[in-house]
């Protein structure tokens, strides 16, 4: 395939936090091939002049739920599998379209949605799935039910053979959930041995847990993503520290809920938990920024409110640096994924992921919140998927 060569970008660093001007970047067979500050010819090439735009990677997702296309449960359970696909298929196009070129999903995508994508049957972003999403007897969402070390251990083979890239564990309640938010899933004996099984897959474990208590038996015994953790406290940044750990946030979720009126019907005890979260989450985040804790983009968005996914942005702008939010959203979702230097960065290398917008989303982060008119192109594996430059 002939290179295609974009010249006279602004490369965004999401490491640095900086914008190197005048870059050339040249992209062969879906991935980046060199990044540099002269001018490059190829007689052969396709070129692109960006005219000193910014060029930044394609934004990394680490907390979605791709197959959930409706919010109602017992109506997705409904569905033809076929119909669920072509559902399925619209809410990838739409993230893509929204610049994101992986999802890191948390419950239900499996195998079959992953190599849609890779095989271009579906236009979306990169999917890295877990299978279901595995929790105790009473716990929450659309799960696999597993009690005790055996069940436990047989799921995640089972997964893990399928080809899952990490497995989710409920370790306590949720906002739709039976379950108290404060109530904690699984015993430490049944979370070793799960973390114990995926490693042994060279996976990891994903932690659904929302208290402070929860999230720190968790992070004792080798879970290595929190996700949501709205109720941390300071007791539970030192075990991030000690254990390496990540923290996915997921806040979009919480405030499309509430402003969402008739549609998702959610109980008032749901409510009630709602605005709980909401307001101990942005101080958690803000608790975890200022103690330089490694934090991924997550939305944990479903059905008609996956149009919501960029709201992540303006959430996190109220307490974080765009800087600090676009490293969530790149560099360290890489690191999340385990592809760094494959993905959220523009080195040699890494796959043709690629974003060009329209101004400095370092100065003023809320331009990625409109991406119709602010995205002029998108590539994923150096494939023009939009281009309006
Ligand atoms: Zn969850
Ligand atoms: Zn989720």
Not at 232 to 239: A, K, Q, Y
Not at 358 to 374: C, H, K, S, V
Request: proline content about 3%; glycine content about 10%; aromatic content about 4%.
């Amino acid at each position: 395939m002939n290179p295609t060569i974009l010249l006279n970008a602004s490369v965004l660093d999401p490491r640095a936090g900086t914008l190197l001007p005048d870059r050339s970047v040249v992209i062969r067979d879906g991935s980046i091939e060199e990044v540099t500050d002269t001018r490059v010819r190829a007689k052969d090439a396709v070129t692109i002049d960006l005219r000193g735009r910014t060029l930044m990677p394609g934004l990394i997702d680490s907390h979605v739920h791709a197959t959930q296309a409706s919010a109602d449960f017992a109506e997705l359970r409904s569905w033809s599998p076929y119909y669920s696909a072509a559902r399925v298929s619209q809410v990838l196009r739409g993230m893509l379209l929204r610049g994101f070129t992986t999802v890191r999903d948390m419950g239900g995508a499996d195998h079959g949605v992953a190599r849609a994508v890779e095989e271009g049957l579906f236009d979306g972003p990169r999917v890295l799935f877990g299978g279901p999403i595995i929790a105790p007897t009473g716990g929450h969402g659309l799960t696999r039910i597993c009690d005790g070390e055996t069940e436990l251990r047989r799921a995640i083979r089972e997964q893990m053979a399928l080809g899952a890239h990490h497995v989710k564990l409920t370790l306590s309640g949720g906002i739709i959930s039976t379950m108290r938010v404060d109530s904690l899933g699984y015993s430490e004996q049944e979370i070793r041995a799960a973390v114990d099984e995926a490693s042994l897959a060279r996976r990891y474990v994903a932690g659904h847990a929302y208290t402070a208590e929860a999230v720190n038996r968790a992070l004792r015994c080798g879970v290595r993503t929190i996700e949501h953790g709205n109720l941390i406290d300071e007791s539970s940044v030192e075990l991030f520290r000690q254990h390496e750990a990540f923290y996915v946030p997921t806040l979009a979720t919480y405030f499309a809920l509430t402003q969402q009126g008739a549609g998702h019907a959610l109980s008032d005890e749901s409510r009630r938990k709602l605005h709980d979260v909401i307001d101990a989450g942005l101080h958690a985040l803000e608790l975890a920024d200022r103690a330089g804790l490694e934090i991924g983009y997550g939305t944990d968005l479903h059905g008609a409110l996956h149009d919501r996914q960029l709201t992540e942005f303006s959430l996190r702008a109220q307490v974080q640096k765009p800087a600090d939010i676009l490293r969530a959203a790149t560099v360290t979702g890489a690191e999340i994924a385990g592809m760094t230097g494959h993905i959220g960065e523009i080195v040699p290398g890494a796959f043709a992921d690629l974003l060009v917008v329209d101004g400095n989303p370092l100065e003023d982060i809320a331009l990625l919140t409109e991406p119709e008119r602010r995205l002029l192109l998108i590539m994923r594996n150096g494939a023009v998927v939009k281009n309006i430059l």
